[in-house]
């Protein structure tokens, strides 16, 4: 089975320096994956995907995603962090039978 | 906008009750999925369908869950005699085959 895990349960950053947050897969054949963020209390929003073609996937509210196969990540980054960015973040994988798994997700906390 | 619908949004209910919970999608969305998310967790999954025929149900899920999608547009989730065990939100999501999926805003269930 296909699946994704996300090692950091909290991460924290100080606003205006870049964020990193983390994923690793395991699939059998081409990953289909992507990154949601979640508010309190909401749904969850839909942020990038990674399908095929440019490892470095660009997404909404200024986030992007750098897919790796040797190291079998895809880990969220933006260049500046704002207070408004603190939430939760899930990584998800699309298996063969277009079943989505996502992640256990990290907490992010941006620090005014 | 995802275009995804779910009402209601809160249930509370006495243990032993049965729940229903409904989810609207576009028309266009012929793939529909059902999760379960207690805090600090990640969407775990409980079925899916395409278009009315529903193409799994996890292992994972109780006997007193039930779904269907009866012309293959809007989705039921029935719990019956819940339990406490039970108190979750129950997210809503849909798409196209092979492609993004879009949740709704959740229902929460609390069973006192």
């Known amino acids: 089975a296909q699946s994704v895990a996300q090692p950091e349960d909290q991460v924290n950053v100080a606003e205006g320096n870049p964020l990193t947050v983390k994923c690793t897969y395991s699939v059998s054949g081409n990953p289909y994956l992507f990154w949601y963020v979640q508010y309190p209390n909401r749904g969850l929003q839909f942020l990038l995907k990674y399908i095929t073609g440019d490892n470095l996937v660009k997404g909404s509210y200024g986030f992007e995603a750098e897919f790796n196969k040797s190291q079998t990540s895809f880990h969220l980054k933006k260049p500046s962090a704002l207070v408004s960015d603190s939430a939760l973040y899930f990584c998800a994988v699309r298996e063969r039978d277009d079943k989505i798994i996502f992640g256990k997700g990290t907490r992010l906390h941006i620090l005014p | 906008d995802t275009g995804v619908s779910q009402n209601p949004r809160h249930k509370i209910t006495k243990r032993g009750q049965n729940v229903t919970f409904r989810c609207d999608p576009i028309?266009?969305?012929?793939?529909l999925y059902w999760y379960r998310q207690t805090l600090g967790q990640g969407p775990e999954f409980l079925t899916y369908?395409?278009?009315?025929?529903?193409?799994?149900k996890s292992r994972l899920l109780s006997d007193r869950f039930s779904a269907e999608r009866p012309k293959g547009s809007f989705s039921t989730l029935e719990i019956q005699r819940t339990e406490q065990g039970d108190s979750a939100m129950y997210l809503c999501a849909a798409g196209v085959s092979g492609n993004t999926i879009y949740f709704g805003e959740g229902s929460w269930l609390t069973v006192v």
């Open positions: 369908f395409q278009n009315e025929a529903q193409l799994e």
């Open positions: 028309s266009e969305h012929n793939r």
